[in-house]
């Protein structure tokens, strides 16, 4: 354009500080000399209308401005100033269909092998990898939400310096003028603090960064840190290891204080290898079953067989009862639920010499663990059904406490801080931020601007794993790669990257070139090398790269003596990671605040818990809002009322109170870490309680913790008789007409069967339905009104007595009742049945009378009151699959067995081939997610199929089946081990 002003200059006045009233005042416009010169040259009828403005001249004028508009995008500074075309279709992509990538994910620097969905380039939804020998094809809820984090608007996005945006190129400029001074020294005054790191090749980036600064130091911290579980096993065999059940060996397992179904770093493996070995024992007519003491409850204290209440400061002496039986002692005498147990869970662990588990959690205390690998080694466990390996994560780091200390002594000159978060995770007492702002020079790194990079220097964004190259060794050692899905939404870079720069000052190497220079031998061809790896990407792991099991000695040292008595009053206060957000890493995540805690049901907060007895004795009612005091520090929350809670115990859960601006977390919950003692960070003794006289009502999605009479849950001793609903008796009768004849080509009746006995109530399956179906997050208020959308829950019950009870969880979708009381009250069929016996839902035909589900016993359908999708930002909307319809404000949503996989099985197997879709070939959202395999899918009219042979097992049975809804998902009866006569269970 020629004789045209400025564009630059144009834009600088539009966008400048007085840019808001320039465009709100028609009369500046009119008066800019810039504007009426561009007008003139461009749009002579514009600057016409300009110098008289009416009604509809305005409305011209506006007209002609966004044109303007458009225009001065055009000039210089604006971004990409090249576009490529999609003419040559990308090898293997096909617009409109999902292409799957092996990787891995990542949880405390351990990984587990998944498969990434993409559709056009965008990953979707995570899966689990079938062939990866640690994970077996199971996820967990930190997985299934991590394609949620990838599209998260509160990631960081840009370099920071002071809280200001800075560049890549800044900081490497202000880098490289400190490194010269710090080669010279050798590093002297240079820490380094990491999570935990089991990557090979992020370790070889910190020994290349220790041999360029020999004086270097690094530091390991983490919010729930392994240290304890290290310590326990270097008191026993004189150096760290980590301790892998074989559950297919053992005819029993003890767990004191265990977790090895709970949320953490080896949840997929464990539990998986645990239902496996319980199936197959009980298909050998008997049962492995499992005795737990927890002083607070967890989902492995909740599948227990036999279960017992143990205060935190008791399960020491317990395991040296056990110690003492084991090593052929006297049993435990008294009448106590305690003394009953450890009798039981002794008797049974000698039985089984060899054949016998005995495990801690990572909770415990390092005696505990000392004692508890003692016991092993009496009973003749180790090396048999108890493997031990060297860690997957990297040893020799210090502490954090070793790291807070070396900063108030000012021996500190530069942090730096990759991937961690120590202001927020370290415990109140080390005052981490406090002694970090005497470090002269603070770098931080990590996927969000959190509290260390509000304290921080410079902060660096940090590439997603779904949008990097990287490894990752999972719990038992196995080396998963991890491979970019999508190019990297924003300007992050790996942490290998990071430190290549800092080791050698040049710009950031390639990422895949560090991944493969770490696995290249010297002596390998190039050709055969990359067809290595290219195999290894194809699989998404390193076959046979698990860790080999050691051969293990215990020293000589005496077992650990018992602990001196704390002192008499006060409360004891555990500790525990959240089991929805864990440590806070994961806090910014919608999806998981809406996800209701396994054992409360709470949402969007924590809670402290504490024990029936207690709460009576103090007069607290939940809700109440109560102070806990230790060491001149509090914390305030408000309470939970918990079955099964140790008395004179309370639990505080970590990963919430943060306080980072524009954040989701921000304000959400208390912050337990100023409570946190050093050391022995996951207890506290000698607390005091009291109530503040507020009340804070926490928000739940189950009010009824008791089945009120009703056999929602049914438990079937081993060797009783089935109680099961009666095979081959006639229907009842009933008004429904028959169903119609279905065509010949109509091969499948879809229909589900879920195993209680291997249900963990872990959620896996609820977030993987959520991420699979575009369902919405509705918010804290909403889900108080009653309005949560999940289309899948995971109902928990209480039997028994309060202070001791029995827990069960009952995952409830849809049932597709084939005779469906929904349908009936529909006034405008928008729910109806298909010729493949799924109950449907026509969105546009939906008028929101809400009718379906007043007349629905199982209270699954979910109504959209308002359009909680409307808000979401555009980086969002692109987590969403194109396959499921958004539904929009005034219709009702439910479990559609997944109908879009049903249909896209159809299109490949029956239309395609001709052939009834395969058993298998259609697997579930739900079913897909659960790490141990409790839910089976498929074609009942198939009496081959695995979910035909689910339903002929004398443990199915239907929900509420007096009600005669007919129902297409059914159960199989969880399972309890034989009661013994004259012995009572505690």
Request: proline share 8%; net charge negative; aromatic share 6%.
């Amino acid at each position: 354009m020629t004789g045209t002003p400025d564009l630059a200059a144009l834009r600088e006045k539009l966008s400048g500080g007085d840019g808001p009233r320039f465009w709100r005042s028609l009369d500046a416009v009119a008066d800019s000399p810039e504007f009426r010169d561009y007008l003139a040259a461009e749009f002579p009828s514009a600057s016409r209308l300009a110098a008289a403005p009416e009604r509809r001249g305005f409305l011209k004028l506006m007209a002609a401005s966004f044109a303007l508009g458009g225009l001065t995008a055009c000039g210089a500074g604006g971004g990409r100033d090249y576009e490529v075309p999609y003419v040559n279709q990308p090898e293997r992509i096909v617009p409109g269909t999902d292409l799957s990538y092996a990787s891995s994910s990542v949880f405390d620097g351990f990984g587990n092998g998944v498969l990434v969905t993409t559709r056009n380039g965008r990953p979707l939804k995570i899966e689990g990898n079938p062939d990866h020998p640690w994970s077996r094809g199971g996820t967990d809820v930190l997985a299934q939400a991590s394609v949620l984090g990838l599209y998260d608007p509160f990631r960081s996005q840009a370099v920071q310096q002071l809280g200001r945006p800075s560049s890549w190129a800044a900081f490497r400029a202000a880098l490289q003028a400190q490194m010269p001074a710090w080669r010279e020294n050798r590093g002297e005054g240079l820490a380094l603090l990491t999570g935990p790191v089991t990557s090979p090749t992020l370790a070889a980036q910190i020994a290349r960064l220790r041999a360029a600064y020999p004086a270097l130091r690094w530091h390991v911290g983490a919010g729930a840190s392994r240290d304890g579980l290290y310590e326990g096993a270097r008191r026993s065999y004189g150096r760290p290891l980590e301790t892998l059940p074989q559950f297919d060996r053992a005819r029993t397992i003890v767990a004191l204080d265990g977790d090895f179904l709970d949320l953490g770093p080896g949840q997929v493996g464990l539990s998986r290898r645990w239902i496996d070995a319980r199936r197959a024992a009980y298909a050998d007519g008997r049962l492995l079953t499992l005795h737990a003491a927890a002083p607070t409850p967890t989902l492995t204290s909740a599948k227990a067989d036999h279960g017992v209440v143990v205060p935190a400061g008791r399960l020491e002496d317990l395991a040296r009862d056990l110690l003492g039986m084991a090593s052929g002692g006297a049993a435990l005498g008294g009448d106590d639920p305690v003394a009953r147990w450890a009798r039981g869970a002794g008797k049974a662990l000698t039985e089984a010499r060899g054949a016998g588990i005995v495990t801690a959690g990572l909770t415990a205390s390092p005696d505990l663990h000392a004692l508890v690998h003692r016991l092993n080694g009496a009973l003749g466990n180790t090396g048999t059904t108890l493997l031990h390996v060297e860690p997957a994560a990297e040893q020799g780091a210090g502490t954090l406490a070793e790291l807070a200390e070396a900063m108030e002594r000012g021996t500190v000159k530069a942090l730096i801080v990759l991937g961690a978060n120590p202001v927020y995770e370290a415990p109140g007492a080390l005052d981490f931020a406090a002694r970090m702002a005497r470090v002269p020079l603070k770098i931080h790194a990590g996927l969000y601007s959190d509290e260390t990079g509000a304290h921080a220097d410079w902060h660096l964004p940090i590439a997603h794993p779904l949008e990097s190259w990287g490894d990752v060794r999972s719990f038992d050692g196995t080396v998963g790669l991890i491979q970019p899905t999508i190019a990297p939404l924003y300007n992050g870079r790996t942490l290998p990257q990071m430190l290549a720069f800092l080791a050698g000052g040049g710009d950031a190497e390639d990422a895949l070139a560090l991944v493969k220079a770490r696995w290249r031998s010297d002596s390998e061809d190039e050709a055969a090398f990359e067809a290595r790896f290219s195999e290894a990407l194809r699989r998404g792991f390193w076959a046979d790269s698990a860790r080999p099991a050691e051969t293990v000695a215990l020293t000589q040292d005496a077992a650990p003596s018992p602990a001196p008595t704390a002192p008499a009053g006060g409360i004891e206060v555990l500790f525990r990671p959240d089991p929805t957000v864990w440590d806070g890493t994961h806090a910014d995540l919608a999806w998981l605040q809406e996800l209701p805690k396994p054992l409360t049901k709470v949402v969007w907060e924590n809670v402290i818990a504490l024990s029936p007895r207690l709460a009576e004795r103090e007069g607290v009612a939940t809700g109440d809002v109560l102070r806990i005091e230790a060491a001149g520090r509090a914390v305030e929350g408000p309470a939970w009322i918990l079955p099964g809670q140790a008395d004179d115990t309370v639990t505080l859960t970590l990963g919430y109170g943060r306080d980072v601006p524009d954040h989701l977390s921000r304000g959400l919950g208390y912050d337990a870490g100023p409570l946190r003692p050093v050391g022995a960070s996951w207890r506290l003794s000698g607390a005091k309680l009291t109530k503040t006289g507020r009340r804070s009502v926490p928000v739940t999605t189950q009010h009824l913790g008791t089945m009120e009479g009703e056999d929602l849950v049914r438990v079937q001793a081993l060797g009783a008789a089935p109680v099961g609903d009666p095979k081959g008796a006639p229907a009842p009768a009933s008004f429904y007409p028959p169903p119609e004849s279905q065509d010949r080509w109509v091969a499948a009746q879809w229909g589900m069967a879920i195993d209680l006995d291997a249900c963990i109530g872990c959620n896996a399956c609820v977030t993987a339905c959520q991420a699979e179906n575009n369902i919405p997050v509705v918010g804290r208020e909403e889900v108080a009104l009653g309005r949560w959308m999940g289309w899948l829950r995971v109902d928990r019950y209480y039997a028994g007595e309060l202070d001791a009870p029995s827990t069960h969880f009952q995952p409830v979708p849809c049932m597709h009742c084939e005779q469906a009381p929904c349908e009936l009250g529909c006034p405008v069929e928008a729910t109806l049945h298909d010729s493949e016996g799924l109950n449907l839902q026509v969105y546009n035909r939906c008028v929101g009378t809400r009718t379906c589900q007043s007349y629905c016993p199982y209270k699954v359908r979910r109504f959209n009151y308002l359009d909680y999708t409307g808000g979401m930002t555009p980086v969002e909307q692109q987590q969403r699959n194109p396959e499921v319809t958004v539904r929009a404000r005034g219709v009702m949503e439910k479990c559609t067995y997944c109908i879009q996989r049903i249909t896209a099985a159809r299109i490949t197997s029956a239309k395609d081939a001709h052939a009834p879709i395969p058993d298998g070939a259609v697997e579930t959202a739900c079913q897909g997610a659960c790490p141990t395999r409790a839910i089976t899918f498929g074609n009942v009219a198939d009496p081959g199929s695995q979910v035909s042979a689910a339903r002929r097992d004398p443990r199915e049975y239907a929900l509420l089946g007096h009600l005669n809804t007919r129902p297409r998902t059914t159960y199989l009866a969880g399972l309890a081990p034989p009661a013994e006569p004259g012995e009572r269970e505690g």
